[in-house]
């Protein structure tokens, strides 16, 4: 008899009802009900699939910026310096299934899959894609409501991609069509399951959101932990992981990647580098203030993502 609670179909980790999928409310802002973690799980090598039972995740990065003074210039900060940035982290915590673990859903032949009981035994990294799904009240703003926005790989809007979902039960007034529900994630316009149809196929087929992807490259576990007390019922895992790089799956990333504030490129960025440099572009050296010229005049810094 199959593992349902590990049995990855349809862009989810099982198929028993720990899977099922409920609606959501439309609104502006970002709801946890629709964001997605995705894993490898062992067993599959196909793609990675959406995590179950997951009560949270919570990724941190952080970096230290360094003031430069002079003495000399009185109590003041002459310049902020950014530090390299630490390593991304993040947390999980999830529900215990029997036949089914933390580390099983991220890819280790731990639980009743194999040997694993102890971090020093994962000799790889894993991955996470982290999806945040827009609602269809957003998606409406971009103009595709109900099917949602996919940008293409290496374009700058390339790490938004499209979320399709299956047949519900409609009525005669929406397009969405009958059947049984659930969701996957697909680029190019290619199911990753055979049972999820392309969202964006026309009116016949409209059944999908835009997604904001982040990825989660080459991640160790750092931590994990299980509490079994006499006076609960549900036993919880959780997890800390290292992150090796974070990005988009799309774009190429180098230093001349138009990542905003740029004043170079017409952008507004902040005072102390308009036009002319110095103190919000006035120079206060000793011939007097001196009004910018505004040097840069067509200096373009990448197009972003190619």
């Known amino acids: 008899m199959a593992n349902t609670d590990k049995n990855p179909q349809g862009g989810v980790q099982g198929t028993s009802y720990l899977y099922d999928y409920g609606t959501s409310p439309n609104t502006r802002t970002a709801v946890s009900q629709k964001v997605r973690i995705l894993t490898p799980q062992y067993g599959d090598n196909a793609a990675m699939h959406q995590m179950g039972v997951l009560s949270s995740f919570n990724p941190s990065q952080s970096r230290t910026v360094e003031p430069v003074r002079g003495i000399g210039f009185g109590d003041q900060v002459a310049e902020l310096v950014p530090s390299v940035t630490e390593p991304t982290t993040g947390d999980f915590e999830r529900a215990l299934l029997y036949l089914c673990n933390l580390w099983q859903s991220t890819g280790y032949a731990a639980g009743i899959d194999g040997p694993v009981r102890s971090l020093a035994h994962h000799k790889w990294p894993f ?19 109900n099917t949602g926005h996919s940008g293409g790989t290496g374009s700058f809007d390339g790490g938004v991609k499209q979320v399709a979902y299956s047949k519900t039960t409609q009525d005669n007034s ?29 009116n016949s087929n409209s059944r999908g959101h835009s997604a ?26 959780t997890g800390s992981v290292i992150v090796s790089d974070v990005h988009d799956f ?55 993502g190619g």
């Open 250 to 304: 799309s774009s190429y990333y180098g230093e001349f990647l138009a990542t905003g504030n740029d004043p170079t490129l017409g952008q507004l960025g902040s005072i102390r580098y308009g036009a002319g440099g110095a103190q919000g572009g006035v120079s206060m050296g000793a011939t007097g203030g001196t009004s910018g010229t505004g040097a840069f005049t067509g200096a373009t810094f990448g197009t972003g």
């Open 127 to 145: 991955d996470i894609e982290q999806q945040l799904v827009f609602s269809t009240l957003a998606d409406n703003d971009l103009g595709q409501a």
């Open 212 to 237: 904001i992807i982040t990825m989660y490259e080459a991640c160790w576990f750092t931590a994990w932990s299980a509490s079994f007390a006499k006076d609960a019922g549900m036993i919880m895992e």
């Open 174 to 202: 929406t397009s969405h069509g009958g059947g049984p529900g659930s969701g996957s994630s697909f680029d190019g316009g290619n199911p990753k399951d055979g049972d999820v149809d392309a969202a964006g196929s026309g």
